[in-house]
């Protein structure tokens, strides 16, 4: 299963992008084993409207644009559902399992993302209630996606 991240806004050259960039390169080079394929992070612009809901459906829409068809999305909001490291590592497994080709996980701008794609998503995920910044949601991400694929492989990085 290829897996890609979708954010908004651009991560600027420092420690939180070293950091994502590292764990994203353990993803890459460990997920293969597993069958899990590091497809690449997408970032796009946040828009410039006057108005929340208008800055929300046009980010929706590049989002959209930027993510394979058919793709699992699943979009990070402080409203989803909580899951712990195993329990992520499993849904990301039982999916690669059925056959799903792409995973997209969607990391939303300053205002949310739109209720439309929201809908359209089957899956909504937090990281927590509290509101983290974009830069250290990219980190948790990349080290989630890391600790999953070490999870599927019975490697001993996570420990529970």
């Not at 979009?75 to 997209?104: P, T, V, Y």
């Not at 909504?124 to 830069?135: A, D, E, F, K």
Request: charged share 30%.
């Amino acid at each position: 299963m290829r897996v890609g991240i979708y954010a908004v806004g651009r991560l600027k050259a420092g420690p939180e992008k070293e950091l994502a960039s590292r764990y994203l390169d353990r993803f890459a080079k460990a997920g293969p084993a597993c069958g899990l394929e590091f497809l690449r992070s997408v970032e796009i612009a946040e828009s410039r409207a006057s108005n929340a809901a208008t800055r929300k459906r046009e980010e929706a829409t590049e989002l959209t644009k930027a993510m394979p068809e058919g793709a699992l999305v699943i979009i990070l909001d402080e409203r989803g559902k909580a899951l712990d490291s195993q329990e992520f590592a499993d849904l990301i497994g039982d999916h690669r399992d059925r056959g799903q080709r792409d995973l997209a996980i969607v990391i939303g701008g300053a205002d949310g993302v739109d209720p439309d794609l929201r809908e359209k998503t089957k899956l909504v995920l937090n990281l927590g209630r509290m509101t983290w910044p974009h830069q250290l949601v990219r980190i948790l991400v990349a080290e989630q996606l890391y600790r999953a694929v070490t999870i599927l492989s019975g490697h001993p990085y996570h420990r529970a």
